[in-house]
């Protein structure tokens, strides 16, 4: 399982499934399997609790793109 962590700045904030949208320093982790399953989730930069971003059932068709599309979620949640 491949994991993949960035920390950035939402200033208009990221929405959540448990709580809403946070905003402020924030950690995305994503997880591959070798399968191409990922998971996405977020937390307040060195914060315990993590929490979902809504959709469901990521799926990656090669498993060696989990780096870009990591990246690529990053960026889009921290543009302005």
């Avoid at 090669?62 to 599309?69: K, L, Q």
């Amino acid at each position: 399982m491949d994991k993949k962590s960035t920390i950035f700045t939402a200033t208009h904030g990221v929405m959540t499934t448990e709580v809403g949208v946070i905003s402020g320093e924030l950690e995305l982790l994503t997880t591959c399997d070798n399968t191409g399953a990922l998971t996405l989730a977020i937390t307040y930069a060195g914060a315990e609790e993590w929490y979902t971003l809504p959709g469901e059932d990521y799926h990656l068709h090669d498993s060696r793109d989990h780096e870009v599309v990591h990246r690529m979620l990053a960026t889009v949640l921290e543009r302005p």
